[in-house]
């Protein structure tokens, strides 16, 4: 392509972002970027490994490991944000050794943060903020035509982000999203934070895993799930433990794309949700808002299916109504009750409120026959609590005790407290202190020997 029209398909292409988004709806506090990414959630600059002064006390010589989080830190603010994860990831460690720590942050070397860097403009919107009507879609097509046309976008490379979680499986570290394959990370030995790559365990048009995969750790085996613009929406993938695929199950009887972020195994089984939140591009289109849509006649239902089925046949489905959740905290086998499954989850209230600040997450127990079909369900703790982790030791098995963040302003966490899942008793709580929240964390003791920092 001569020089000059690939700089008119370039000024193309920047149009959407120098343009006013004058037809778009008003920003509310909740998806206002300036209020979202505020505070100690504001985006920061990368910095390279840099030695900590020690302000009280010293550190062992034999304490050694890294602490490691990611965070949405996008390259460019967006002109609205639903959800914080609406950011290109920026990955942190400190890494703790010979009696010092070194502390660095590099952003997340996707191909979409590649490709936006080097035009120096943003392209590629969120999934679920950066459609909010028709002229979003336009504005899409605009921006990413003109790249397309050139050779500079390759639709095969992926085009999402890896801001969402962080998981270590088949012996490799990765910082993932739901909208994309999973990013690999090292952090090295002098601290640093190289992106390895695409984890491209398959190359097809928008490849994706779920930002929360399952580690069997009786198998060592990880269990995601994937999703599809085309029927069926909704599968599930399972790698031995060198991360080789060895299964995909497609979820024939789900007829509708549906917003699944979580999911749970147990020692013999998947479990997924159907929620009442469908992804619908006609709501969009329609100017009524984004693309995740609330159907209220819809009955949500959790689908237990063998671990190594072959095909979606062996799958059953037990209604649920109004049990609607973003996160699992787990599921496990009853140890008293042949054939029960217990469940527990934070039940999101109202869910056609999930993307501003006023969500409440209770926390449920839902116990299901799966020879009989009886559910029933319990609330553990009314008290507005999400981003639930466990000891991953037990992921699967009967589990006492559960560590939430407290929501404080969706989806800002004023503290993380310690649960009792049998009692729904507070056994611990941490507050970050005035203007400082948390989001989702894990819990960690130590990665073993497999870890390679
Ligand atoms: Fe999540």
Redesign the pocket.
């Known amino acids: 392509m001569s020089p000059p029209l690939s700089a008119f398909f370039s000024t193309l292409a920047s149009l959407p972002h120098l343009l006013p988004n004058i037809l778009d709806p008003p920003l509310h506090p909740w998806d206002d970027p300036t209020h979202v990414y505020a505070g100690n959630m504001a985006p920061v600059d990368e910095m390279e490994p840099t030695d900590c002064p020690i302000i009280r006390g010293k550190l062992l010589v034999s304490l050694k490991g890294v602490y490691i989080r990611n965070g949405p830190n996008p390259q460019f603010l967006p002109p609205r944000a639903l959800i914080i ?1 609406d950011g290109d990831g920026m990955f942190h460690s400190l890494r703790i050794s010979d009696g010092k720590a070194t502390y660095c942050s590099r952003y997340v070397k996707t191909y979409k943060y590649l490709l936006e860097k080097e035009a120096g403009f943003p392209i590629i919107p969120n999934i679920v903020s950066g459609f909010f009507s028709s002229g979003d879609i336009v504005r899409f097509v605009i921006a990413t035509a003109p790249k397309i046309l050139t050779g500079h976008f390759n639709l095969m490379n992926g085009f999402g982000v890896a801001n ?2 962080i998981a270590f499986f088949a012996n490799k570290l990765f910082t993932l999203c739901d909208s994309d394959l999973p990013y690999e990370i090292n952090v090295t030995k002098e601290g640093d934070i190289d992106t390895l790559g695409h984890w491209e365990f398959e190359r097809k048009f928008m490849s994706n895993m779920n ?2 995969p399952k580690v069997d750790l009786d198998r060592k085996e990880t269990f995601a799930l994937t999703w599809s613009l085309t029927f069926p929406h909704h599968s599930f993938l399972r790698f031995d433990e060198n991360g080789v695929k060895q299964n995909e199950v497609h979820i024939s009887s789900m007829n509708q794309l549906s917003s699944i ?2 999911f749970a195994i147990t020692k013999r089984f998947i479990l997924f949700h159907e929620t009442q939140m469908v992804y619908s591009l006609g709501k969009v289109m329609t100017g009524r808002g984004n693309l995740i849509e609330y159907q209220p006649n819809k009955i949500s239902r959790i689908g237990i299916i063998p671990k190594y089925a072959t095909n979606d046949s062996e799958m059953k489905w037990f209604a649920v109504p109004e049990f609607n959740t ?2 699992f905290i787990n599921a496990w086998e009853s140890e008293e009750e042949d054939d029960e499954i217990v469940l527990v989850a934070p039940n999101v209230l109202p869910v056609d409120n999930i993307f501003n600040l006023k969500i409440y997450a209770s926390l449920e127990k839902v116990k299901i026959n799966i020879k009989i079909g009886d559910v029933s369900r319990e609330i553990i703790s009314p008290r507005n609590l999400e ?1 639930g982790t466990i000891n991953p030791g037990y992921v699967g098995r009967r589990t006492r005790y559960a560590y939430l963040g407290l929501l404080e302003e969706s989806p800002k966490m004023s503290a993380v407290v310690k649960i009792d899942l049998e009692t729904g008793q507070e056994v611990a709580r941490r507050f970050y202190g005035p203007n400082c929240y948390g989001g ?1 964390f894990i819990r960690e003791k130590r990665w073993g020997k497999q870890q390679k920092l």
């Open positions: 994860h969402t979680s930002a929360h972020h979580d973003i996160h981003f989702a």
